[in-house]
């Protein structure tokens, strides 16, 4: 789904005819309820109000006409003029999919930074600059292979200062959380240093008594 799209479209105003309430711009579900055939759209504009008189009237027609407990919404297409009435089997149906404009607003400012933070990795060792490779290791939403190659980078940089957010991460994917533990190793080990056992400080490598905590190594 495009963001930008996203983001316009549901900040448009459209009303009901039946009850005058700004319709909820929602993502349609994978198929047609109907029959089946698809939207045409992967969003649309439909209304939520439980007291819209489409809404409430609806019941009463389908459960004579039919015999099934079913209602009907006022929905619209985008860049349509005129809505249609819909079927729904719940009073809770859509408002799930409802599109959050603000939500919406900071996933695409995270994929804008993925994005960029990707682009620099291509000079991030040369610039010794390590935001670019940390925030991707740390963003478990990144792409797998950028995340991966970021963490290989980690120890091109050989900065320590990248241990302590690493440490302090809840790694959802098993193979990252492997290669970012690997590069903190191997960071210590190129500097000459090791954590404290105790209080996880870091410290030299040679190092018999912690200096943060004072117990013996």
């Known amino acids: 789904m495009d963001i930008e799209r996203c983001i316009k479209l549901a900040s448009e105003e459209h009303y009901c ?80 999919s409802i599109i959050d404009v603000e939500t919406l607003t900071k996933q695409g400012q995270r994929y804008e930074c993925q994005k960029k933070y990707t682009e620099q990795l291509e000079t991030c060792v040369a610039e010794n600059n390590l935001q670019p490779a940390l925030c991707l290791v740390i963003d478990d939403l990144a792409d797998l292979d950028a995340r991966k190659r970021a963490c290989d980078l980690l120890v091109d940089i050989n900065s320590l200062d990248c241990i302590d957010p690493i440490r302090n991460h809840k790694f959802i994917h098993g193979e990252i959380r492997m290669k970012a533990e690997m590069a903190v190793k191997q960071l210590l080990s190129n500097n000459h240093k090791q954590e404290c056992p105790f209080c996880m400080e870091i410290i030299k490598s040679q190092a018999k008594i912690c200096m943060h905590c004072g117990k013996d190594i």
């Open 17 to 96: 005819p039946h009850c005058q309430q700004r319709l909820s711009c929602c993502e349609a579900p994978p198929f047609h309820v109907g029959d089946g055939l698809g939207w045409g759209s992967d969003i649309f504009f439909i209304c939520l109000n439980d007291e819209c008189s489409l809404f409430t009237k609806s019941w009463d027609e389908f459960e004579e006409r039919y015999g099934h407990s079913a209602s009907c919404r006022y929905m619209l297409l985008p860049g349509e003029k005129k809505g249609s009435p819909m079927m729904v089997g719940s009073t809770i149906a859509f408002t799930g």
